[in-house]
């Protein structure tokens, strides 16, 4: 008979074993290519379209170290990337010229890239599933002149929705194309959807849930300063982006204004609130925001989730954190946090929501908290990389994430300094971190 020493061994080195499969195969990085590093241009969260998937195929887009454009793709399971510099350069000392990018319907990738209250750089393919660009082209020629915060947004059916604010901070609105497949033309559906009223902009972001509803969330800022932040409001469109309706159903008389508005919660000015965050749609039609603040008596931002439980609306405070910080100035800020990316889960009879982050309280790396169906206010928090990414922020594969709930996310290591400064950093190594949620 063996000794029972030996036996605990045994057993113990075959949980192990298990232990490190599952590790291995719940997360893979996969290199791609160096690129800028000094700043966040790379890495921000509003450039949404970091990384797109169509088919089998898989795109990336990002600044290498002499600011220009490249274009890659790889067939979805492969580590085997097809790098194309384009001829394409950019702005990278301004983290907000990020580079958007989207596959229509018909296989086409469509690029803006460079902007920041500047004329629209926009282009496409000359081909289904091609790197090849076109020359720069117009969409529209019309509000076309100070163009920031480019997203693209897919629809059912293979259309696109193309969102950016027009103007300049505290004083922008936000505008809405729609691209149609059968037609290969842009069209216009909102010139103003909410009106600052020339002393305040939204500072927005959205979602496109699988009935093509498109869900729009957003903060208010009074100046250009991002202390000025403030409250949190909703709008949603059944039909395309003609008519918007509150979460009741009520529909607004465009634009909308701060009179108007659905006020989601109530956050005053200086309260840290960030802007430009993430949200998303359950399988239900319901949206949750992701987002931070500090709460009333706190000296410590915290993260937030924000969702429509079906009646009304409810916040859930995701974290504990204990070191205090102030947003304030003007520009690009190096904030010892990343906006948080927000994802759901809903199969399975239960609802997971997964918030992931950047946090120096955990070493800057990669983080994800976790929570199961909602209104519980219970989360567990993991790291998914061993390493410091720097001032890196969220994006990922919405589309993968859409048909498959498989988390692939853009990872750089990057620096930032305030307002627009940069830090002296070599070019670092662009990944994608295939990471297989836990259920």
Known sequence: MKSPVIFWLCLGLLVFTHSLSAQVLESRLVPVAEGWAKNQINTVIFRRNSIVSHGDEQYIAFYDAGGKVILAKRKLGTGDWKIHPTQYSGDVKDAHKSISIAIDGAGYLHMVWNQHDSTLEYCRSTSPSSLELTLQLPMLNDRENRVT???FYNLPGGDLLFLYRDGSSGRGNLVINRYQVKTRRWSRLQNKLIDGEDTRSAYWQAAVDSSGTIHLSWVWRETADVASNHDLCYAKSSDGGITWQKSSGERYQLP??????EYV????????LINQTSMTIDSHGRPYIATYWRPAGSSSPQYQLVYHDGLRWQTSQVTERRTP??????????????????????????????LVFRDSERADRISVATTYNPPNNTWTIKDITETSVGMWEPTYDPELWQRKKQLHLFVQTVGQGEAEGI????????????????W
Do not use: C, H
Not at 256 to 261: D, E, N, Q
Not at 265 to 272: A, K, M, N, Q, W
Not at 337 to 353: A, C, D
């Open 423 to 438: 830090e002296n950093i070599a070019a670092q190594m662009i990944s994608v971190l295939e990471w297989k949620p836990v």
């Open 325 to 354: 910080f102030t947003l304030a100035g003007l520009g690009t800020r190096r904030i010892p946090i990343s906006r948080p990316q927000v994802l759901v889960n809903s199969e399975r009879g239960k609802i997971q929501v997964l």
């Open 149 to 151: 915060y480019p997203e």
């Open 265 to 272: 919660i109530r956050i005053p000015e200086r309260s840290d």
């Open 256 to 261: 909308i204004t701060a009179l108007s508005a």
